[in-house]
């Protein structure tokens, strides 16, 4: 069997794209289903597990902006350009909001 390669889609984008999009899709529906089922009685855990779920939800974006900037390309694909450095700034400040959250 011939192996066909897509041109623009090399290395693991598929892959992560597949896995961001598929935790995207749990995180928000384990969100509504634990809205619904505690709907009229919410307390401060749910306030913590919101916030959490926001954080996570950040995260994802900072997933998809990397796929837009090379991530999942093999090593001689990626480009170095001036967005290196946002990029840099984007995943450091989700880094520290995570850490935030994080009460051990």
């Not at 837009?68 to 995943?91: M, T």
Request: charged content about 20%; some cysteine; overall charge negative.
């Amino acid at each position: 069997m011939a192996e066909t390669h897509r041109e623009g889609r090399l290395g693991f984008e598929d892959t992560l794209n597949f896995t961001n999009t598929l935790c995207v899709a749990y995180t928000l529906c384990s969100a509504i289903l634990r809205g619904w089922i505690r709907r009229g009685i919410y307390g401060i855990d749910d306030l913590v597990i919101a916030a959490a779920t926001f954080s996570t939800l950040g995260f994802f974006a900072a997933n998809y902006v990397a796929l837009e900037h090379s991530a999942g390309k093999p090593w001689q694909y990626i480009e170095v350009s001036h967005d290196v450095a946002s990029f840099n700034r984007v995943g450091l400040y989700d880094s520290k909001c995570n850490q935030a959250m994080d009460f051990h």
